[in-house]
């Protein structure tokens, strides 16, 4: 019997606030204050300049393929009914990488630099969660 995913229960506050936007349909990264440079996962110094200024600024959502791998196992009970998924590296149009699920994309459409887009799916408990999808 499947079980139920993970959801994220963040304690810190930054990766709180990134699910926060997530959960208000947006897809938001710190951007440096000091030199510009998007940043992600949330962390307190830029690793460009070594400011620790920064502010949520929201990604286009727009992105290409960067890597994926496709899974055929469910490492965690939740994902049994989703087998074989393909989970993906997408490189948004800011320069930010992210790992992310892929929705309505054929395994046969994969390919580097593949045009894509966010959506936002409810994972319940008021989280939503990035994925993408085809342009
Ligand atoms: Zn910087």
Redesign the pocket.
């Known amino acids: 019997m499947p079980g139920r995913k993970p959801l994220p229960h963040p304690d810190d506050p930054m990766v709180a606030a990134y699910f926060e936007h997530c959960a208000a349909g947006k897809l938001c990264f710190q951007r440096?204050t000091?030199?510009?440079?998007w940043r992600h996962v949330p962390r307190i110094q830029?690793a460009?300049?070594?400011?620790p200024d920064w502010e949520w600024a929201e990604s286009s959502g727009r992105g290409k393929l960067f890597s994926w791998t496709v899974c055929h196992q469910a490492m965690h009970p939740g994902f049994a009914d989703e087998v074989p998924y393909a989970v993906a590296v997408v490189e948004l149009e800011e320069g930010v990488r992210m790992v992310s699920g892929l929705r309505d994309v054929s395994f046969d459409s994969l390919a580097l630099d593949l045009p894509l887009r966010v959506v936002f799916e409810s994972a319940g408990e008021g989280v939503s969660l990035p994925y993408f999808t085809s342009v």
């Open positions: 440096c000091a030199c510009g440079a830029c460009q300049c070594g400011s």
